[in-house]
Every structure is written in structure tokens, then in C-alpha cells.
């Protein structure tokens, strides 16, 4: 028998060619687990300013690019009996993971100046290079206070992490009003225990809602979607599956099903826990095509994922993901100013990473026989 192929030798040729090309795995950027820091906290070096920036002079952690601090009730302030905003300190060691070393505590500052200010930033910066997707991984635990607040139905927002484009100056990298630093994706905790603790996602600077299509309820304002981790995870884990996001109140699983709303103990824990996020973006195609990238993982279980995010507009600065932060600032004014309130939240084991850990990474598996050959004939 005589095979007499025509475009079967270069079929050939391309399928061995990649199946001897290397596999593409994820490499890791940057990891931060704070315990060989030098002590350090907002307090130190110039209190003049909230923007701590090495090129002034300012002094910050290693290995970080930038830092902004702007607490209320701290020892910079005049309240020896309060924290600063922004800890890693070796006196925290009950605040990391495990128990030793050092994290990065985040203090929040309850404050009422009569207007709707933001209070209490505690903001860290990494520059990451150009990067056209990037996974981030990091654990977090919130004190018994924080939890408290959000029984009490008084914890307001405190944004906790943000990865954006910035096509600045870098001698200003703290502007956030001038559009060049977009697109912007930020994690937010807030909620009670009405509707439960909130995921909020921000997305900034990809055309307002139509920019992002498939997120699972619509957004307010200029792209927040203050989503729930119990109604709005239907079908985002791999394959439109539901999540099996465990309930760490109750028991059972966190979803519409459940009896009551997600509360902050369900989602992270009982204080003293510590919960591991994971976000993963990739930049679209070209500008204004809808096929960006967006997914969350809580405890490694996937709870959001779309496919048509339209993170590059076609007016859009911003071409590569280049800015990681971790921190925020807080919009907290439930208390009385006079009881000079405070509560933190601790970040700790950080990575960086250039791809989806394999582990993570659905990957479908195709059961259908294969195609013959084209362009082969039986002699």
C-alpha cells in the first residue's frame, strides 16, 4: 500500500515541532513573604507627606517601589497609642501566617471629617515590567475587630489590592486622576450582614460597563461591581460549574443555596484564619477587542472568570500590566471620632507569577476522535 500525501508531511512536521518546543510554564516575577524586612512602618523617615517615593529621598521596604501612608489616629499624628497605617515589624509576629516572621499589616482608621474622604491609606507598589498577563497570589486574615465591624454593620470599604497599566511619570507614580493608570483592577472587602460581605471589583478605564460584558451583575458608579460570593459565582469554575467554595461558618458550600448571606466569617474564617486570593488578567488581543482575560480564585477555587474584557481601548494609554499593589486606602467613618478607632487586616506569602500555576489551570480535555489526515489518498 502507497500513501500519497500532499500536505500530510507538513502536518507532520508541525506536530512534531510542537511537541519537542518546550512547555510554557509559569515563572515567578516576584514573592514577598516580609520576614527578612527590616523593621519598618509609616511612621519612619518624612511624615511630611503621604507619598514615600526612594527618588525624594524616602526610605521603604526592600524590594518595593513605592509607598503612601496617610493615617488618622498614629504616633505621626500625635496619638502615641494608636498605629501607623502601614506596619512589617517583628512585634507583629502574631499577625503572619503561621505565627512567626513578620506580614504586612494594614491598620484601618475609623474618622469622620465631614466630608466622604478616604482615610488611612497604607499602600505598597511594585513595579512588575510589561507583562501581558499575571497571576497574583496572596493570604490574608482580618483581626476580631474588623470581623466585629462588619457584624455591627459598620466596615465600610477598604480597598486591599490592585493591579494596573501606568504610563506616567514615574516621579509622580501616585496619580490616579489623569487616566494613566488604566486599565486599574482593585479588590475591595465591604458589606453587612444584610446582603453579606461584598467581593468588590473595580475596573477602571475599559469604555464603562460595555467594556466588561459578562461580569456577573452590573455595575455602579464607574465600573464597581459590588459582587456576592453567594449569588454571583454561578457557573465560574472550569467547565460552568459552580464553585465548591467551602462555608467557613457553617459547614456545606457558599452559594445560593445556603441559608443566609455570606457573611466575612463564611468567606475568610474565623479571626486568626487566614484565606489564600488569587487573581489572574491578561491583556486583550489588540485595542478594543473583547477578549481580555479576568479570574479570582478564593482557597484556590475559582469564583469568577470571564473571557471579553476589554482591557486595552482603543483610545487606552496603557498597553501592559506594570503596577502591583497591595493596600489601599479605607472609606471608614462608622465610629465616633472620639473613640479614635482602629482595626487592621495582615497580608502575608505574595507571589507573583507570569501564567495560571499548573495546578490551577483548567485545561478541557478534548474525548472526540481525531480528524484524518488532509490530503492523504489510499493506493
Given at each position: 500500500?502507497?500513501?500519497?500525501?500532499?500536505?500530510?508531511?507538513?502536518?507532520?512536521?508541525?506536530?512534531?515541532?510542537?511537541?519537542?518546543?518546550?512547555?510554557?510554564?509559569?515563572?515567578?516575577?516576584?514573592?514577598?513573604?516580609?520576614?527578612?524586612?527590616?523593621?519598618?512602618?509609616?511612621?519612619?523617615?518624612?511624615?511630611?507627606?503621604?507619598?514615600?517615593?526612594?527618588?525624594?529621598?524616602?526610605?521603604?521596604?526592600?524590594?518595593?517601589?513605592?509607598?503612601?501612608?496617610?493615617?488618622?489616629?498614629?504616633?505621626?499624628?500625635?496619638?502615641?497609642?494608636?498605629?501607623?497605617?502601614?506596619?512589617?515589624?517583628?512585634?507583629?509576629?502574631?499577625?503572619?501566617?503561621?505565627?512567626?516572621?513578620?506580614?504586612?499589616?494594614?491598620?484601618?482608621?475609623?474618622?469622620?471629617?465631614?466630608?466622604?474622604?478616604?482615610?488611612?491609606?497604607?499602600?505598597?507598589?511594585?513595579?512588575?515590567?510589561?507583562?501581558?498577563?499575571?497571576?497574583?497570589?496572596?493570604?490574608?486574615?482580618?483581626?476580631?475587630?474588623?470581623?466585629?465591624?462588619?457584624?455591627?454593620?459598620?466596615?465600610?470599604?477598604?480597598?486591599?489590592?490592585?493591579?494596573?497599566?501606568?504610563?506616567?511619570?514615574?516621579?509622580?507614580?501616585?496619580?490616579?486622576?489623569?487616566?494613566?493608570?488604566?486599565?486599574?483592577?482593585?479588590?475591595?472587602?465591604?458589606?453587612?450582614?444584610?446582603?453579606?460581605?461584598?467581593?468588590?471589583?473595580?475596573?477602571?478605564?475599559?469604555?464603562g460597563a460595555a467594556g466588561a460584558?459578562?461580569?456577573?451583575?452590573?455595575?455602579?458608579?464607574?465600573?464597581?461591581?459590588?459582587?456576592?460570593?453567594?449569588?454571583?459565582?454561578?457557573?465560574?469554575?472550569?467547565?460552568?460549574?459552580?464553585?465548591?467554595?467551602?462555608?467557613?461558618?457553617?459547614?456545606?458550600?457558599?452559594?445560593?443555596?445556603?441559608?443566609?448571606?455570606?457573611?466575612?466569617?463564611?468567606?475568610?474564617?474565623?479571626?486568626?484564619?487566614?484565606?489564600?486570593?488569587?487573581?489572574?488578567?491578561?491583556?486583550?488581543?489588540?485595542p478594543g477587542m473583547h477578549d481580555?482575560?479576568?479570574?479570582?480564585?478564593?482557597?484556590?477555587?475559582?469564583?469568577?472568570?470571564?473571557?471579553?474584557?476589554?482591557?486595552?481601548?482603543?483610545?487606552?494609554?496603557?498597553?501592559?500590566?506594570?503596577?502591583?499593589?497591595?493596600?489601599?486606602?479605607?472609606?471608614?467613618?462608622?465610629?465616633?471620632?472620639?473613640?479614635?478607632?482602629?482595626?487592621?487586616?495582615?497580608?502575608?506569602?505574595?507571589?507573583?507569577?507570569?501564567?495560571?500555576?499548573?495546578?490551577?489551570?483548567?485545561?478541557?480535555?478534548?474525548?472526540?476522535?481525531?480528524?484524518?489526515?488532509?490530503?492523504?489518498?489510499?493506493?
Open positions: 500500500m502507497r500513501l500519497i500525501a500532499t500536505r500530510f508531511s507538513s502536518s507532520l512536521l508541525a506536530i512534531g515541532m510542537f511537541l519537542s518546543s518546550p512547555a510554557l510554564h509559569s515563572e515567578i516575577i516576584f514573592e514577598e513573604n516580609f520576614d527578612n524586612q527590616e523593621d519598618w512602618h509609616g511612621g519612619m523617615g518624612n511624615v511630611r507627606t503621604s507619598s514615600r517615593i526612594p527618588a525624594r529621598g524616602a526610605v521603604i521596604p526592600s524590594k518595593w517601589d513605592f509607598a503612601r501612608v496617610d493615617p488618622t489616629w498614629a504616633p505621626s499624628k500625635g496619638y502615641p497609642d494608636r498605629h501607623e497605617s502601614l506596619e512589617i515589624l517583628a512585634s507583629n509576629s502574631d499577625k503572619a501566617r503561621g505565627g512567626t516572621g513578620k506580614s504586612m499589616v494594614g491598620w484601618r482608621d475609623s474618622h469622620d471629617p465631614g466630608w466622604l474622604r478616604w482615610n488611612s491609606e497604607n499602600l505598597l507598589l511594585k513595579r512588575l515590567g510589561n507583562q501581558t498577563e499575571v497571576y497574583v497570589e496572596f493570604y490574608i486574615t482580618f483581626s476580631p475587630e474588623t470581623h466585629q465591624s462588619h457584624l455591627n454593620n459598620m466596615l465600610g470599604t477598604s480597598k486591599i489590592f490592585r493591579l494596573y497599566s501606568f504610563s506616567g511619570n514615574w516621579n509622580d507614580p501616585f496619580d490616579y486622576f489623569g487616566g494613566v493608570s488604566h486599565p486599574n483592577l482593585i479588590w475591595s472587602v465591604k458589606g453587612g450582614t444584610t446582603y453579606g460581605v461584598q467581593n468588590k471589583i473595580s475596573i477602571y478605564g475599559v469604555g460584558p459578562d461580569m456577573p451583575r452590573k455595575a455602579v458608579n464607574s465600573g464597581d461591581y459590588p459582587l456576592s460570593y453567594k449569588t454571583n459565582t454561578t457557573g465560574m469554575a472550569p467547565a460552568g460549574a459552580d464553585p465548591q467554595l467551602t462555608d467557613k461558618l457553617n459547614g456545606g458550600i457558599i452559594g445560593p443555596d445556603m441559608e443566609g448571606p455570606a457573611l466575612m466569617e463564611s468567606v475568610f474564617g474565623p479571626p486568626g484564619s487566614w484565606t489564600k486570593v488569587a487573581f489572574y488578567v491578561k491583556m486583550n488581543s489588540e481580555g482575560v479576568l479570574s479570582q480564585w478564593i482557597d484556590d477555587t475559582r469564583i469568577l472568570h470571564t473571557e471579553r474584557v476589554n482591557w486595552i481601548t482603543k483610545t487606552s494609554p496603557g498597553e501592559y500590566w506594570n503596577v502591583l499593589g497591595i493596600g489601599g486606602n479605607d472609606f471608614f467613618q462608622t465610629y465616633s471620632n472620639e473613640e479614635r478607632h482602629e482595626e487592621w487586616y495582615a497580608i502575608d506569602d505574595l507571589k507573583v507569577m507570569t501564567k495560571i500555576p499548573d495546578d490551577l489551570n483548567y485545561k478541557p480535555i478534548n474525548t472526540s476522535a481525531p480528524n484524518s489526515p488532509m490530503g492523504v489518498t489510499v493506493d
